[in-house]
């Protein structure tokens, strides 16, 4: 049984390592402004999370903004047709990859934030927490309206 559970060790830790040393590139199709594909596999960009698609934001004055929606355009527009390099990180529940993803170097992921099209998810990292800061402050993307955090909209709907 001490074998059993030290072969079973050995072979998740393997898993693991194989995961994360995966690299996915090409040409990517987005499919939200945290999810990409790249030759048929879903990607979910790490440690982010946008806004949803149907979700609304609401401007001042109370006029709505299909925001997850330009959050999803501007992921679209930065990286065109440009290749991209994603380095896995892990798989998450729906068997997606969960990667950081560079276009020329530059990680899309801490761009969503930077721009305000995305926030920091604290629950899986902190590496965007400062971005998100200044994306606040300075009133971009989503932050220039009143919006539910994308967790929140998702338990709710």
């Known amino acids: 049984m001490k074998y059993l559970i030290i072969s079973f060790a050995a072979l998740v830790a393997a898993f693991a390592s194989s995961v994360q040393a995966q690299t996915i590139s090409g040409t990517a199709s987005v499919i939200d402004g945290d999810t990409i594909e790249i030759h048929g596999q879903r990607i979910r960009l790490s440690a982010i999370d946008a ?16 925001c997850g929606r330009d959050a999803a355009f501007a992921l679209s527009d930065k990286i065109g047709s440009a290749p991209l390099a994603c380095e896995v990180k892990d798989i998450d529940r729906y068997g997606r990859s969960v990667a950081v ?25 902190a590496e965007y ?24 909209w998702r338990k709710a709907n």
């Open 129 to 152: 927490v400062a971005a998100e800061g200044r994306a606040r402050a300075a009133g971009l993307g989503i932050w220039r309206s009143e919006f539910q955090m994308p967790w929140d």
């Open 51 to 66: 806004i949803e698609s149907r979700q609304p934001c609401i401007l001042a004055g109370g006029k709505h903004w299909n």
């Open 101 to 125: 993803c560079g276009l020329d170097g530059e990680d899309i992921g801490a761009w969503m934030v930077e721009n305000g099209w995305a926030v920091a998810y604290r629950r899986y990292g």
